[in-house]
T-cell receptor, first 117, second 115 residues
Framework: DGGITQSPKYLFRKEGQNVTLSCEQN?????MYWYRQDPGQGLRLIYY???????QKGDIAEGYSVSREKKESFPLTVTSAQKNPTAFYLC????????????????FGAGSRLTVL | AQKITQTQPGMFVQEKEAVTLDCTYD???????LFWYKQPSSGEMIFLIYQGSYDQQNATEGRYSLNFQKARKSANLVISASQLGDSAMYFC????????????FGTGTRLKVLA
């Protein structure tokens, strides 16, 4: 079955450590996204990528970094510069505007919950 | 300025009854898309229904329908014949324009279906 796989599901980080969240999709989607979700809030965009080797900052990119070396993969690194990284992180993908019939629906992974100790 | 507003933090509905979850939006772009997602306690976001700004008919998908009132800038989700499995968080989202990759999400409504 096609879908998005995020790992790990739960992750604990010590202060000052960088951690990387994995996101892999086998949907042949062009675009991929990382969102952060905090309790009582909606999703906020961290980074997105429309094509391989290209990505743009979202609304809350500070303290995060990404790469898009392969179409299927869009890992997110939470760096020590991120002051409040405890949150639920969701990866998503979409077919992309160029191939979309209009809706360009986001498909999400199951999420990764990061806790800073 | 908040562009997606969900004013109901929590809602209760009796099993088998219908329920409406409110969503209002704000945009000056004539081309936009509106989405509803369900987030069960497991955390994954599940796509429910989509409405394009130029769509003449209200969208429907099984027990879900979207009450789209363009002039009022509202896109309410109607769930008919509620089931216990419908208990979850529900998010309204908007994508402005066709060339953008930014989706704006509301703060969500927590729905609890009562047996």
């Amino acid at each position: 079955d096609g879908g998005i796989t995020q790992s790990p599901k739960y992750l604990f980080r010590k202060e000052g450590q960088n951690v990387t969240l994995s996101c892999e999709q086998n949907l042949n989607h062009d675009a991929m996204y990382w969102y952060r979700q905090d309790p009582g809030q909606g999703l906020r965009l961290i980074y997105y990528s429309q094509i391989v080797n290209d990505f743009q900052k979202g609304d809350i990119a500070e303290g995060y970094s990404v790469s898009r070396e392969k179409k299927e993969s869009f890992p997110l690194t939470v760096t020590s510069a991120q002051k409040n990284p405890t949150a639920f992180y969701l990866c998503a993908s979409s077919i992309g505007q160029a191939r979309s019939s209009g809706a360009n629906v986001l498909t999400f992974g199951a999420g990764s919950r990061l806790t800073v100790l | 300025a908040q562009k997606i507003t969900q004013t109901q933090p929590g809602m209760f509905v009796q099993e088998k009854e219908a329920v409406t979850l409110d969503c209002t939006y704000d945009t000056s772009d004539p081309s936009y898309g509106l989405f509803w997602y369900k987030q069960p306690s497991s955390g994954e976001m599940i796509f429910l229904i989509y409405q394009g700004s130029y769509d003449q008919q209200n969208a429907t998908e099984g027990r879900y329908s979207l009450n789209f009132q363009k002039a009022r800038k509202s896109a309410n989700l109607v769930i008919s014949a509620s089931q216990l499995g419908d208990s979850a968080m529900y998010f309204c989202a908007m994508r402005e324009g066709r060339g953008t990759y930014k989706y704006i999400f509301g703060t969500g409504t927590r729905l609890k279906v009562l047996a």
